[in-house]
């Protein structure tokens, strides 16, 4: 894979002056074509007397990719299209481009695939006097942390903030919580103003309902100074219907594409053919620009089927190992790619968080690829199993909580990466999980939500996605009992904005939840059997799976917990034969201490009902 030549492409403003570039393969001059491209001052979009100027780009050919095409104009020597346009002043213009072709008349409205800004909708656009970002001194030192250590936080911006400059403020809040890492939600460019952001059309910016460049920028640099790393939705596989690349070959009527194409399975959107060199380069310069241009330290990348052709495929794998490679490359580099690189040169771990959704194949993502981790649903669809009554399905639980036949570390090519996979009983995809217990009817489905009186319900799978191997993941707002219904399919579920009721973060089911999530999350911090302990499973009915009760233990060293969870509405005594004798500690409550534990003789411990127990030893004898 190659980085395609971003001084060359969408547009970029110096002095007043602004270059424009765009590779548009196979639509050259000679067949009749001519390309114009419309600039308006965003103050004047709406206006009905002020029109945009219109210029033509001129065509020649890149040796590398085609037919490209390009034009420069310097804005303050143009004249006004009205006496009361802002044309000339500083600030963010829109632009669009429109081809006319001798067959199929004028195709407007075509994006600007290189953009690095975005207006209203199918708006492209550009600053005129844009000053860069000047990043804190606290970039120069940060670190990306390691992938053991990660208490992941999934939130959308929208709905998290409301924007940008929102989330920010709360960013003291996630850091207190002890969350390490976000997960955001798409922030390419959508055509609609409420919209979860999985059928991008622009790739190289952040879309203008969130905030520019800039504020995105200050986002993640205040990320890291609260260190909380940030890692983006990368949505690769397909693309929105108004993706240039799909539009204007589409409205051409060609019967082939230079870039989009059936490509493994085609679940969703339109299609990106990884076959074609040109699309592989674009997604890999677009991981290279937000690792460079934003400093993310990774991303999560969306319905990886659809660009899954195996470990030796064109497609998936392919990008992943060449931005691990890339980042690899950078550890003699500036300042900014030091995040990944632990301070000790002697230790060659590269702390790029890639993170697959590829809920077909979890394992084999992690075994076959420079996949570091991945989500997985088998943990999901077990304890939603175990809440709708199928007490069979506790076992299986209790293996998934251990990632049962998940690697935790693979050589590639003489890199040795460290794998995991993600933990979690919510997600942007699923309702609210209170809502497997009980729902309330509001005026029509879409509305209805999960009951919070049952909150208590969800203790157990909260304090088990903790303490199992894995990388735990909250939704927002899960850590104080949101509890919105999602519908598992139809435009509800993307075109609905749920914004986080950060009320609920006051009521008593809110503080008892959250004072529940914060020490699992302090626990886990503090006590290495529960980030890189070995994960063992009490596989057992007639002791505990007929009980409702779930029994697992961590060890690492000397240090051994036995985590104890009660799935049923009454409290349960079961035997256990503690491995360790000496006395140990209740880490929830500090009130059911165990003290003068034989090893290896019957024990009962209680279990309160719908929570948990954990005990870990703290005196050996």
């Known amino acids: 894979m190659k980085l395609l030549p971003l001084d ?8 007043g002056i602004v270059d424009f570039g765009l590779f548009l393969p196979w639509v050259s001059q000679k067949d009749g074509n001519r390309l114009i491209i419309k600039i308006i001052h965003e103050k004047d979009q709406f206006l009905q007397d002020i029109q945009p100027l219109e210029f033509e780009l001129k065509h ?3 040796s590398e990719y085609g037919d490209y095409w390009s ?13 009361k346009s802002a044309w000339g002043e500083p600030g963010r213009y829109v632009y669009r481009y429109c081809l006319q072709n001798p067959e199929r008349g004028e195709i407007d409205w075509i994006i600007d695939p290189f953009a690095r800004e975005f207006g209203v909708g199918k708006l492209s656009a550009f600053t005129l006097g844009y000053q860069q970002y000047e990043w804190s001194q606290k970039e120069k030192t940060w670190k990306t942390p390691n992938l053991k250590d990660i208490v992941l936080y999934e939130l959308m ?5 409301g924007n940008i400059d929102g989330t920010i403020e709360k960013l003291g809040y996630l850091a207190d919580l002890g969350v390490n890492c976000l997960e955001i939600m798409p922030l390419s460019n959508v055509a609609l103003t409420v919209d979860w952001g999985f059928l991008p059309i622009g790739y190289f910016g952040v879309d203008e309902r969130f905030g520019n460049r800039k504020d995105l920028q200050a986002l993640i640099d205040a990320a890291h100074q609260n260190n909380i790393a940030v890692i983006v939705d990368a949505v690769y596989g397909h693309t929105g219907d108004s993706f240039p690349y799909s539009y204007v070959y589409r409205k051409l009527g060609y019967r082939d594409n230079p870039f989009m194409g059936k490509f493994a399975k085609d679940l969703f959107g339109e299609s990106t053919d990884y076959n074609r060199k040109f699309t592989q380069d674009f997604f890999y310069t677009v991981n290279y620009h937000w690792l460079d241009v934003y400093h993310v330290d990774g991303f999560r990348y969306d319905c990886v089927p659809n660009y899954w052709d195996g470990s030796t495929g064109v497609g998936y794998a392919n990008l992943v190992f060449n931005t691990y490679k890339t980042v690899k490359e950078k550890r003699q580099a500036g300042e900014y790619w030091q995040r990944f690189f632990n301070n000790d040169t002697k230790d060659d771990t590269i702390n790029l968080i890639q993170c697959a959704e590829q809920l077909e194949g979890p394992k084999e993502i992690l075994e076959q690829t420079y996949t570091n981790s991945t989500w997985q649903n088998e943990t999901f669809g077990a304890a939603e199993s175990v809440a709708h009554g199928n007490k069979g399905d506790l076992a299986n639980l209790g293996f998934k909580l251990g990632l049962d036949g998940y690697p935790s570390e693979i050589t590639n090519n003489g890199d040795k990466i460290a794998k995991t996979a993600l933990q979690y009983i919510e997600n942007h995809d699923h309702s609210r ?8 009817a509001r005026d029509n489905d879409l509305l209805k939500e999960g009951n919070r009186d049952l909150w208590y319900k969800v203790q157990p799978y909260l304090i088990g996605i903790f303490t199992g191997k894995g990388i735990p993941l909250l939704w927002q707002g899960q850590e104080f009992g949101e509890n919105y219904f999602l519908p598992e399919q139809g435009f509800g579920r993307v075109m609905l904005l749920r914004p986080v009721r950060w009320d609920y973060f006051y009521d008593p089911i809110g503080k008892s939840v959250l004072s529940l999530v914060r020490k699992l999350i302090k626990l886990r911090s503090q006590q290495p059997q529960f980030t890189e302990g070995d994960h063992f499973f009490y596989n057992d009915y007639d002791r505990y799976h ?15 917990s036995l985590v104890a969870l009660n799935f049923s509405d009454r409290d349960r005594d079961v035997p256990f034969w503690f491995p360790i004798a000496g006395n140990y500690q209740e880490e929830l409550n500090g009130e059911n201490n165990l003290i003068g534990v034989p090893s290896y003789s019957e024990y009962w411990v209680t279990i309160p009902s719908n929570y948990g127990r954990i005990w870990t030893v703290t005196t050996n004898t």
Request: proline share 2%.
């Open 8 to 15: 060359k492409l969408g547009a970029r403003e110096a002095n």
């Open 60 to 62: 020649s050919i890149d």
């Open 71 to 83: 034009t420069q104009i310097d804005i303050k020597t143009q004249s006004k299209p009205s006496v």
């Open 157 to 161: 911006i929208d709905e998290f903030g």
């Open 433 to 440: 999980f209170v809502c497997n217990f009980g729902t309330i």
């Open 546 to 560: 007929s009980k409702n009760v779930l029994l697992f233990s961590r060890k690492h060293g000397n240090k051994f």
